[in-house]
């Protein structure tokens, strides 16, 4: 079973992170100046670098539902080591990167019919 849950967090990580991406990058659509929103949602990569469960009720929701880092490591790593359940290790990530990874891609969709060209 290990060897399924390490499989499923690469691809659903990766899903995870190009759907925080998209979605991010999407703001381009409406505020020409979008950069800072997308720096500031790939720093809170670094909240991951170390266990969610030193951080308060209200970082670790956060880093699990709104900008959704913690599943891309934290939780299937812990369920790797013993430490945590096999909901949070390939269930939750499985969830979060169909979830997040369409909810993006609907917005980016919706985002296209607001596209302004910046040329000429």
């Known amino acids: 079973m290990e060897w399924a849950v390490a499989l ?25 100046r979008s950069q800072s929103y997308v720096y500031t949602a790939y720093n809170f990569n670094e909240f ?7 951080y308060n009720r209200a970082v670790q929701f956060f880093l699990t539902f709104v900008v959704p880092f ?22 939750l990530p499985v969830i979060i990167a169909v979830v997040f990874t369409g909810g993006a891609y609907l917005f980016w969709k919706k985002g296209l019919a607001h596209y302004e060209s910046a040329g000429s």
């Open 8 to 32: 499923a967090a690469v691809f659903c990580g990766a899903a995870i992170i190009t759907g925080i991406k998209l979605f991010y990058t999407t703001f381009a659509f409406w505020v020409k």
């Open 48 to 54: 991951c670098y170390y266990p969610i469960t030193i």
């Open 70 to 91: 913690a599943v891309t490591s934290y939780f299937p790593a812990a369920y790797l080591l013993g430490k945590g359940n096999l909901f949070q290790g390939l269930c």
